[in-house]
């Protein structure tokens, strides 16, 4: 990350959703054969203003609203990278995975191992994940461990402005298909991002917060949850490392186990269900690859096993939190 | 053919149109004024269809909703305290707080959900509309679904599905002209979405959505039609929604023209029909404003019971993921 920094004379701020759209942006003038298709991209500039500009820019046959047939859109991905191109395709929300998934399941994870190799797809989706704006059961879920649970797919889900725009550009380079599961709830948030392209490594996790006697590996926005726990973890004297997974599938186990041979202690923190999360696949990693580490057993936080609630009462509950995850390091110490 | 309606249903339909038009201003007074939490889709301009459709109908008949399902709920007979209720997240909702307004629902009245997923209802009424039969009963379920959501592979399934069975379901396409902010030429090459119709072998008809006793007869039709066994139909009406996809001014996108909406809001359900009714000398202009100020009180009484409400509590959350054998 720095180093793209480093190379830029000002630092420049940007919003999450900016930061997408410039990502986006960066891919189309390098590739030639890239377009985006979903529903409303063109002329409403995407539902979240992620496509802002870019029919301006780049014109109808590059920028392309769809009806409303994720079937339909994301096959057209998966037939149009099959043959030549490099689609970008928006699932609006991840919640709509449902009704695409064959073509995500059985045909865009399978198609080149089935063809013995001979077909590449190098097809990028992006979707909005995450709870927290009383957008109840349907538009707020975090579903990434579908995706993840599929061998022939990558999954990353970018935390901060500088990710977002290198993952996408990252995604779209790579000649595997990629999900970039972006958070909604982030969309304001602010962050560093250089201009011009750089490449967030998929793949790979990095240590946002360096610490020597805890590891908090988190997914998405409870990195920033996981920042704010380690803050207060600091005044009582647990100096914690917090580590950005970034990359779901392939997921980057030798930066987590290095942390924990140094902390031997460690939590993972994620918004999906707790059951059947992918903080039982990381523990389960740690505990096989560095189990003589560990001083403690590995915690995990998910949300608890219900749809997401409407009720702002019960939300508010539902999301895991900085106070939750203070409180479960505080347990898995021994600290009152 | 058909009858002339009486004036007992002339007035009811009216009464259905204003409670709708009613709720649904004060829901999006209460969104900009963030007492309502999330995303409403507003039914305002599109009166005619519900209150139309469900005239037809008893309590036992079912509907499926969409997103935009307040309008279908209230003219199913919704309380408007408990829809307010579930607007506010409170315990005291249609859905003790935990659907909102994209899942409010009620069995009792038949009302099988307003639904976050496009497409999502269709089904859902063909499965109803099975069970109707297998049970043998007379009932019948409603689908209601827009121009957007026509572009479905649900909607394709669920049609052909009750078309080879022959099921006592209707399709009500409400076609407002736009998916989201994308208007329907430039999301299918078709005009009339009752033209799909014909892919499946049974009736499809058009019918002015702003124009409440046209929807209401043909409405009758179709459903006497696949209450008498002889399977589905499509009915689209043709309407306009007068406020934003989400919202009353939604994000200030700029997709469609002032003059494409004046030119259908001079077409108002409501008032043109209230014209009607005072040429027909069914209703006064006097009897007309007591409709409102009794339904703008209960849409008050409504809001406050909302207002008083205690939200769920914490050990609600991991209520009724499951039913639970003997609770
Ligand atoms: C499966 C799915 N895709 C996309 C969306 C996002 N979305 C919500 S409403 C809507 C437009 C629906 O248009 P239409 O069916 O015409 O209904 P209208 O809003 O006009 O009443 C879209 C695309 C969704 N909720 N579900
Ligand atoms: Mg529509």
């Known amino acids: ?336 | 053919m058909s009858k002339q309606p009486t004036k007992k249903v002339l007035q009811e339909l009216h009464l259905t149109m204003v409670r709708i038009r009613c709720f649904e201003n004060a829901a999006g007074r209460l969104m900009e004024e963030a007492k309502i939490p999330g995303a409403l889709h507003l039914y305002v301009g599109e009166e005619a269809i519900a209150s139309g459709v469900m005239q037809n109908l008893s309590n036992d008949d079912q509907i499926t909703s969409t997103h935009r399902g307040h309008g279908h709920l209230v003219a199913k007979g919704g309380d408007f305290s408990k829809m307010f209720a579930e607007l506010f997240g409170r315990s005291t909702g249609y859905c003790r707080g935990k659907g909102g307004s994209m899942h409010v629902s009620n069995m009792e009245l038949g009302m099988l959900g307003a639904n976050g997923i496009v497409g999502g209802g269709p089904p859902i009424a063909m499965g109803a509309a099975f069970a109707n039969r297998f049970l043998k009963t007379k009932k019948v379920a409603v689908a209601f679904f827009g121009d957007g959501a026509s572009n479905e592979g649900s909607f394709h399934e669920a049609v052909n599905m009750a078309a080879l069975y022959k099921l006592p379901c209707i399709f009500v396409c409400e076609n407002n002209g736009y998916g989201e902010y994308t208007p329907q030429a430039k999301h299918q090459t078709i005009v009339d979405v009752a033209d799909r119709a014909g892919g499946y072998g049974i009736p499809g008809v058009v019918v002015d959505g702003m124009d409440v006793i046209a929807v209401f007869e043909a409405a009758r039709e179709a459903i006497d039609r696949a209450r008498k066994g002889k399977g589905p139909t499509l009915l689209e009406c043709k309407t306009y929604r007068f406020y934003d996809h989400v919202g009353v001014r939604g994000m200030g996108l700029n997709y469609r023209t002032d003059e494409e909406l004046e030119k259908w809001k001079k077409r108002d359900p409501i008032q043109s029909f209230e014209a009607e009714l005072i040429k027909l000398g069914v209703m006064t202009q006097k009897q007309i404003d007591k409709v409102y100020s009794k339904v703008n009180d209960l849409v008050e009484e409504g809001v406050q019971f909302a207002e008083d409400s205690p939200f769920p509590e914490p050990s609600e959350l991991l209520e009724d993921v499951y039913c639970v054998k003997g609770a």
């Not at chain 1, 392309?64 to 030549?84: C, M, N, Q, R, Y």
């Not at chain 1, 399978?110 to 109840?136: E, I």
């Not at chain 1, 909604?184 to 948030?189: C, D, N, P, R």
Request: net charge negative; glycine share 10%; with cysteine.
């Open chain 1, 1 to 336: 990350m720095s180093e793209a920094i480093k190379g830029n004379a000002e630092p420049r701020e940007l919003t999450y959703v900016a930061a997408i759209t410039e990502g986006v942006r960066e891919v189309l003038l390098e590739q030639s054969n890239a377009f985006v298709a979903g529903e409303d991209v063109a002329g409403a500039g995407g539902p979240f203003g992620q496509y802002s500009g870019l029919l301006t820019e780049f014109g109808e046959d590059r920028i392309v609203d769809t009806p409303i047939s994720e079937k339909g859109i994301v096959g057209l991905g998966v037939g149009a990278s099959a043959v030549g191109c490099r689609p970008i395709i928006d699932v609006m929300f991840v919640d709509f995975m449902g009704e695409c998934m064959d073509e995500i399941a059985n045909q865009m994870a399978k198609m080149r191992y089935m063809f013995g190799g001979s077909v590449t797809l190098p097809v990028t989706v992006l979707s909005m994940t995450g709870a927290g704006m009383s957008m109840a059961a349907q538009h707020s879920q975090s579903l990434e461990v579908w995706l993840a649970h599929l061998p022939g797919i990558k999954v990353v889900m970018p935390a901060t402005p500088y990710d977002a725009k290198g993952s996408i550009i990252a995604a779209a380079r790579d000649d595997n298909p990629v999900f970039v599961l972006l958070n909604k709830v982030s969309l304001g948030l602010k962050g560093e991002v250089p201009e011009g392209t750089y490449e967030v490594e998929i793949g790979t996790a990095e240590v946002v917060r360096p610490g020597t006697n805890f590891t908090i590996v988190a997914i998405s926005r409870m990195v920033h949850e996981a920042l704010k726990a380690a803050d207060t973890l600091s005044e009582l004297g647990v100096d914690v490392e917090v580590i950005d997974a970034r990359s779901i599938q392939p997921f980057d186990t030798d930066t987590v186990i290095n942390s924990i041979k140094k902390t031997h202690h460690g939590l993972v923190v994620h918004e999906a269900v707790e059951f059947g999360g992918i903080g039982g696949e990381i523990v389960a990693q740690i505990q096989d690859k560095a189990f003589d580490y560990l001083d403690a057993p590995v915690g995990r936080i998910g949300a608890p096993f219900s749809p997401v609630p409407f009720s702002p009462a019960l939300e508010k509950i539902y999301v895991p939190d900085a106070d939750l995850i203070v409180t479960k390091v505080k347990e898995t110490l021994g600290l009152s």
